[in-house]
């Protein structure tokens, strides 16, 4: 089984900053990928970030304000949100994909973090 823990998110006015945090645990032999996606309500679930190898991938609607990256040494991955909109508003999910121990391939979500945008 795999966890993933996501913190940070909350309350922020347009043109503030917030740090998401998603750490994973559980039987995890290697990630090949951690994400970031998010949902708005009444929207489909979207990408906003990955990284995979040190590569990093962004949704057009958040290059230059978001930055993902992500600490090997401890399963956590980061996405900081700069010069936040309120079109940003929406809960945040974690996702991680990689292979256990016994080399089967997992994919697992956090279980969401609300990130509200709004004076």
């Known amino acids: 089984q795999v966890q993933l823990v996501e913190s940070g998110g909350g309350l922020v006015q347009p043109g503030g900053s917030l740090r998401l945090s998603c750490a994973a645990s559980?039987?995890?032999?290697?990630?090949?990928?951690m994400g970031w996606y998010r949902q708005a309500p009444g929207k489909e679930r979207e990408l906003v970030a990955s990284?995979?190898?040190?590569?990093?991938n962004y949704a057009d609607s958040v290059k230059g304000r978001f930055t993902i990256s992500r600490d090997n040494a401890n399963n956590t991955a980061y996405l900081q949100m700069n010069s936040l909109k309120p079109e940003d508003t929406a809960v945040y999910y974690c996702?991680?994909?990689?292979?256990?121990?016994?080399?089967?391939?997992?994919?697992?979500w956090g279980q969401g973090t609300q990130v509200t945008v709004s004076s």
């Open positions: 559980g039987s995890i032999m290697r990630i090949y990928i």
């Open positions: 996702n991680l994909r990689g292979s256990n121990y016994l080399g089967t391939q997992i994919s697992s």
């Open positions: 990284i995979t190898l040190g590569i990093t």
